[in-house]
Structure formats: C-alpha cells, structure tokens
C-alpha cells in the first residue's frame, strides 16, 4: 500500500491502472495500424490524434475506475470482472460519442474509433488474464509480526481470516507479559533470540505493537532496532486505519488523535471542497434533471396528484445544526403517523413500489444536490442522521459526535465501504468509516468516492 494525499492505495493495483493508461493512450494509434494497414504505421505514427488519445484515456480511466475494477476487493469472480470491463467500454464509449458530435475538430473517423476501441478491449482482456493467472499476490503481501495475543491482536486474527484479497500475511503472535492468549495458538511465536534477529530470520516486513497492557513486557529497545534496520513498525490504530480504510472506535484513545496525522482543515481546503460540491452538483443536476422530471411524475401517478413530491426531513448537519434535508418520498404518507422515528428495514411495507426502484438506484437522493448547492450539505460526506438517533449515539458511542466536525453528504466514505445500517451496531460500524473520512479528507479522496458511487448505484449495493 501506499499513501496518497493521506489515504492509502494498492501498490499493485496503481501499477494495473498504470498499464491501463498506457494501454488507452495508444488505442488510437493502434487504431491507426489496424484501419489503414499495410501502410498504417505510416498513418498511425503521423495522425494527429493526440488531443483524442488524451480525451479518452481520462473517459475511460474514469470509467474503469467507477466499475471498481481497481479495487482490491472484487465480487463476481470472473464473469463479474468482465462485465465490469464492458460495462466500462460501453460508457466510454458513449462519452466519447458525445465528445465527436460535441467537437468535430477532435473526431478521427469511425473507422479507427472502432479499431482502437477493438485494440484497447483486447489489450485490457489480455493484461487482465496475464494479472489473474500469473501474479501471485499472496507473494506480494507483507510479512506482519504481531506483538501482543490478546484482544487487541485478535482483531488483527479475526480481521485476517474474514476480510478477502489482503495486502498481509501475519506470520505470527508474540504473547507479551502475562495476557491471556485469544488468538490461534498455532500461531504463536515463541523468542528465543532477540527480537531483532527474530525478525530478520522470518523476512519481517512490518511488526504491529497490539499488546492489551503497554506497561508491561513491551521490548523498547528491540523494537527501535527492527525499526532502524528498516523495518515499518506501526500501532494497531494505524494498521487497521491503512488496511482496513476505518478507525476502530472500540481501542481508540485520544492521544492517538492528538498526535496522530489529518484533521486538517485550512481555509484554502474548505473554498477548494465547496467549489467541488458546486461543480459536481451542477454537472449531476445538469444530466439528471431528466430522470427527477420523471421520478415527480411517476409518484403523482402512484399516489395521486394531491400527494407531496417531496420529502422534508430534520437532520444534524455540521457541528451539530440542524436543517432540512430534501428527497424524493419514496414512503407512504402515513409512514410514520405515530411521530415516531424508525429505521428503514429490508423490504420495508412503507416503502412505495416507485419509491423502492428510487432507492435501489439512488434516484430519491437527488433532490438533495439543492441541499448541497445551499451549502447545508457537500457532495461527500458523513450521511446526515435524524436527530431522535444521533442524540441516542452521542450517549452511548464515543466519538460519535466527531463525525459533525464537517458538513454531510449525499455519499460518502461509509457508504461506499459498510451496507445499510439500521441499529445501533451499525451505527458504530459506520462511525468508524466516518472517522476515518474526517481524518483523512482531501479533495483526491472525495473523487475517489465520487466515481466508487457510481459503482454503488449502478449495481444497487446497499439499497433499502
């Protein structure tokens, strides 16, 4: 893994997306080859299609990247993947349709648009199978010794055996002092040389410190010098906020927030993220204004032309004001006749049939990019919660009301990340993506959520 713009990303996954620009910068040329061959060397070599080459690449790695194939966790298997890569080609293509009719002078002909097209499917399929078949990731992963086999280094077990396609392979756990041991006990190391040496003998890439009691039994000295032999040594913390994109809630301790890197806000980033939530809700609004025209009309004709449109609800925005937040109804009007608030649960009976194809596409969400264009809420951000649940949270949860520090938004990091909660683990679950989306914000991470929204909504994860 390595970090950009404090949020980290899979080494070879990077070198994948690499490939793929090489791969969609050359099509045209290609292309080129393929239309005017035997003499299409000539052509390809002295065609002006650098403009295009340049336009393509970006739709296509945009497209790419909002079908998630540059994801380490993938669902599917193979026939997923593919379809993901035609899905991706499909919209590229369409974009770049636009682009010719849009502007001509760009246009290369239709002859090399197919070809090049043929030559970057083709070259992605055969670098995807070359990827699949012959890399080894496991190889690739990360020696990880653990200190500590309590609780605390369970996690890591736990996590280990339940997430999918991980970047680790946790060679073992070293007991410290007199824990108790909760992990594996195949798994346990037992020193009988110096850690260091320990260390070198098993090829350690990165040691983890997850002992249950700091104060005792921790080797200071040994661990400085894994460390200046050049090994990564991290703390639990740490270690699940890089693999795990979250901040656990249940060992977080306020000395690591206060020491630790992020919870940046300067004035320059703020003017830089409201600039983003107005080009993003412009340019959404500008394409779906379409589909909400026939969202209102399709609940008029479901509910009647009497029944309300639209659904004003209070939510807790930033630093803990509240305002009223616009949707689609997508619910009954006597959802809640009683006054009580309620989760939204699977297959809810309150739920229209409009409204439930509107919230398995994420179309009653769209009235809120005016919410955002007020500047109540941002494109991306922590989900705003009604405030009957937030002030039951903030009782209970710790850190709960850190996630207000920012203004929410229409998709964010825990959406992306964790499926509809609807209680109160949930709500601990999300918290920590939230945190981690707080700590971590940068316009590069908000684009990155942005186009992984695409991917939510086109194959309906999450929906209730």
């Given at each position: 893994m390595i970090r950009i713009f404090r949020h980290y990303v899979s080494s070879v996954y990077l070198l994948v997306f690499?490939?793929?620009s090489g791969t969609f910068f050359s099509a045209f040329y290609w292309g080129g080859v393929l239309r005017y061959f035997p003499q299409g060397m000539e052509m390809a070599l002295f065609g002006d299609r650098a403009v295009a080459s340049v336009i393509f690449t970006v739709i296509m790695l945009v497209s790419t990247t909002g079908m998630g194939l540059y994801e380490r966790v993938q669902s599917g298997g193979d026939a997923g993947l593919l379809l993901r890569i035609l899905g991706a080609f499909m919209a590229g293509t369409i974009v770049m349709g636009l682009v010719f009719y849009g502007f001509p002078e760009v246009f290369v002909g239709r002859g090399v648009f197919g070809y090049a097209l043929l030559a970057a499917l083709t070259l992605m399929l055969?670098?995807?199978f070359v990827f699949l078949r012959f890399v080894d990731r496991r190889a690739l992963r990360r020696r990880v010794l653990v200190l500590g086999a309590g609780y605390n280094a369970n996690m890591i077990h736990d996590f280990e055996q339940r997430a999918a396609n991980l970047n680790f392979w946790v060679v073992g756990f070293v007991q410290m002092g007199n824990e108790p041991c909760r992990v594996n006990p195949l798994k346990l190391c037992e020193l009988k040389t110096p850690l260091h040496e320990f260390a070198l003998k098993e090829d350690i890439d990165e040691i983890v410190v997850a002992p249950d009691d700091r104060r005792g039994g921790l080797v200071v000295d040994e661990i400085l010098d894994c460390k200046m032999s050049g090994m990564q040594v991290v703390d639990l913390l740490s270690f699940f906020e890089r693999e795990a994109s979250l901040i656990r809630v249940d060992c977080?301790?306020?000395?690591?927030?206060?020491?630790?890197?992020g919870f940046q806000y300067s004035g320059v980033q703020e003017l830089g993220k409201r600039a983003f939530d107005i080009l993003a809700s412009l340019g959404l609004?500008?394409?779906?204004?379409?589909?909400?025209?026939?969202?209102?009309?399709?609940?008029?004709?479901e509910s009647g032309f009497d029944a309300p449109?639209?659904?004003?609800?209070?939510?807790?925005?930033?630093?803990?004001?509240?305002?009223?937040?616009?949707?689609?109804?997508?619910?009954?009007?006597?959802?809640?006749?009683?006054?009580?608030?309620?989760?939204?649960?699977?297959?809810?009976?309150?739920?229209?049939?409009?409204g439930r194809f509107m919230r398995k596409t994420r179309i009653d969400e769209l009235p809120q990019l005016f919410n955002v264009l007020k500047g109540e809420m941002s494109f991306v951000g922590p989900r705003p919660e009604r405030p009957e649940f937030v002030e039951k949270f903030a009782e209970t949860i710790p850190y709960y009301a850190e996630r207000h520090r920012i203004k929410p938004g229409i998709t964010g990091w825990a959406q992306l990340c964790y499926p509809y909660g609807s209680g109160y683990q949930d709500a601990i679950e999300k918290l920590q993506y939230d945190l981690y989306y707080v700590?971590?914000?940068?316009?590069?991470?908000?684009?990155?959520?942005?186009l992984q929204t695409i991917e939510v909504v086109i194959w309906g994860k999450g929906a209730r």
């Open positions: 690499l490939l793929d055969i670098s995807r977080l301790h306020p000395s690591w927030l206060v020491f630790s890197d609004l500008l394409v779906a204004w379409p589909i909400m025209l026939l969202a209102s009309l399709a609940i008029l004709l449109v639209f659904y004003r609800q209070t939510r807790v925005g930033k630093q803990s004001q509240p305002f009223r937040v616009v949707k689609f109804r997508s619910m009954r009007t006597d959802a809640e006749q009683d006054g009580k608030a309620r989760w939204a649960t699977q297959n809810d009976d309150r739920v229209t049939r409009v700590k971590n914000y940068s316009l590069f991470l908000d684009f990155l959520i942005m």
